[in-house]
């Protein structure tokens, strides 16, 4: 097992092995793959998308495949980012408050969460399927620009865990509960709290 990484595709199963946290590796998987699905769809949406408007000159269209690559960097980054921060804290042997891996897995989670409800919200009218539920149609009546704001403050929940968790000694780097509002640890760590260690 090296102590380094190189690049993000090196930072990801390095944070999944040096993590104490059952719950950040458990993001590990999932994130990670969420964040390659997302990835592929988009870049064969804009192939597809290139190969559709070849013919079409002017900068509208220009303007439009750039923003189409920035939003779809804008759902990838954080989902990537509790990884990231997680596998330099390791690597770097950073101090971090108690509980530090475990609230950046929740924060990412919270993320994967806010891009559905956003899709939800922003969903074509021909593409959304009747129901019963009434949070679902409550969804559906906001505006459908009001979809970006879930994952925006999503994602300002996983830059603010990072930074308010961030320099805060700890003895031995262990998941004892400790929530981002400065609330006193408990002392148990995530490993130990929960039972899935196999």
Do not use: K
């Amino acid at each position: 097992m090296t102590d380094s990484y190189r690049g993000v595709f090196g930072a990801i199963p390095y944070a999944i092995r040096h993590t104490e946290s059952w719950t950040m590796r458990v993001y590990g998987i999932v994130g990670a793959l969420a964040a390659a699905i997302i990835a592929l769809v988009v870049t064969l949406a804009l192939v597809v998308w290139m190969g559709e408007t070849a013919d079409v000159q002017g900068g509208t269209f220009l303007f439009s495949r750039s923003l189409y690559v920035i939003a779809g960097f804008a759902a990838v980054a954080p989902l990537l980012a509790p990884l990231l921060f997680v596998a330099r804290r390791h690597r770097r042997d950073d101090p971090v408050a108690s509980g530090y891996d475990r609230w950046l897995a929740y924060s990412g989670f919270l993320f994967l969460i806010s891009l559905y409800l956003g899709m939800v919200i922003s969903a074509p009218a021909d593409l959304r399927d009747p129901t019963e539920s009434a949070v679902v149609s409550t969804l559906y009546a906001l505006p459908p620009v009001s979809g970006a704001v879930p994952p925006i403050v999503a994602a300002a929940v996983v830059f603010f865990t990072h930074y308010r968790l961030r320099g805060s000694s700890s003895s031995d780097g262990s998941e004892s509960s400790s929530p981002p509002d400065g609330s006193e640890p408990s002392g148990s760590s995530d490993a130990g709290a929960s039972s899935d260690t196999p």
